[in-house]
């Protein structure tokens, strides 16, 4: 598979997973996971993916530029980014000290009144590092604000942070006092 091909099965896969699982008939559980047989045989009737194996799945986990989904136990779901009804628990973790958030300039009065909150997704999702936050912001501004959160500091007052993969952290609500301006 090409790198673009892996990109839209990634972006397909993603979809499925984290917004729209009865689409493609999938049974989904509170951790995110399904059947990888059954993604399959669900992407095999569009003539996109006929041919598409479970090894073109491992290949497409391994090989994208982001760590978006797991395979295990003949299982496949997305670290993060859910849409669904359905609250997909989260282990719950010690954060580090600060985390990043990069978004766009015309969301900043609102988030400086109502703090960050998941909007459409289940969860806040927050960077690692402000080199991710800043690939995060430039989806929506091509010259993105990085704001900085006391992740820490946060959870010692009762925010619940969650770990999504090496680069990305989701979160409850964040207040706005929590939130300081890094870069505009
Ligand atoms: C903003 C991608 C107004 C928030 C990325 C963000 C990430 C507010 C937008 C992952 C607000 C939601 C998630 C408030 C937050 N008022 N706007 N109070 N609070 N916002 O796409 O974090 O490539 O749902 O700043 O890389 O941008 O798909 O979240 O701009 O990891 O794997 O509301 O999705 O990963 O946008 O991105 P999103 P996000 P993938």
Same mark, same amino acid.
Request: a negative charge.
């Given at each position: 598979m090409?790198?673009?091909?892996?990109?839209?099965? &990634? =972006?397909?896969?993603?979809?499925?997973?984290?917004?729209?699982?009865w689409?493609?008939e999938l049974?989904?559980?509170?951790?995110g996971w *399904?059947?990888?047989?059954?993604?399959? &045989?669900?992407?095999?009737?569009?003539y =996109?993916?006929?041919?598409?194996?479970?090894?073109?799945?491992?290949?497409?986990?391994?090989d994208s530029?982001?760590r978006?989904?797991?395979?295990s136990d003949?299982? /496949?779901?997305?670290?993060?980014?859910? &849409? /669904?009804p359905? !609250?997909i628990v989260?282990e719950?973790? /010690?954060?580090?000290?600060?985390?990043?958030?990069?978004?766009?300039?015309?969301?900043?009065?609102?988030?400086? !009144?109502?703090?960050?909150?998941?909007?459409?997704?289940?969860? *806040?999702?927050? &960077?690692?590092?402000?080199?991710?936050?800043?690939? *995060?912001?430039?989806? =929506?501004? =091509?010259n993105?604000?990085?704001l900085?959160?006391s992740?820490?500091?946060?959870?010692?007052?009762? *925010?619940?942070?969650?770990y999504?993969?090496?680069?990305?952290?989701?979160?409850?609500a964040?207040p706005?006092k929590?939130?300081?301006?890094k870069?505009?």
């Amino acid at each position: 598979m090409s790198m673009n091909k892996i990109d839209r099965l &990634s =972006k397909e896969v993603s979809y499925a997973l984290r917004h729209a699982p009865w689409e493609y008939e999938l049974e989904i559980d509170d951790q995110g996971w *399904v059947s990888v047989a059954q993604l399959l &045989s669900a992407l095999n009737e569009d003539y =996109k993916w006929v041919n598409l194996k479970e090894e073109d799945l491992q290949r497409m986990v391994d090989d994208s530029e982001k760590r978006r989904h797991e395979i295990s136990d003949g299982r /496949i779901r997305a670290f993060y980014g859910h &849409s /669904i009804p359905m !609250k997909i628990v989260k282990e719950e973790a /010690i954060p580090p000290e600060f985390l990043y958030h990069g978004t766009a300039h015309n969301f900043l009065s609102e988030i400086e !009144k109502k703090g960050l909150v998941p909007m459409s997704r289940q969860y *806040v999702h927050l &960077s690692e590092d402000i080199e991710t936050a800043n690939l *995060v912001g430039k989806r =929506k501004d =091509k010259n993105p604000i990085i704001l900085e959160v006391s992740a820490l500091e946060a959870r010692n007052e009762g *925010v619940n942070f969650y770990y999504g993969n090496e680069k990305v952290w989701l979160a409850d609500a964040i207040p706005s006092k929590f939130i300081v301006i890094k870069d505009k």
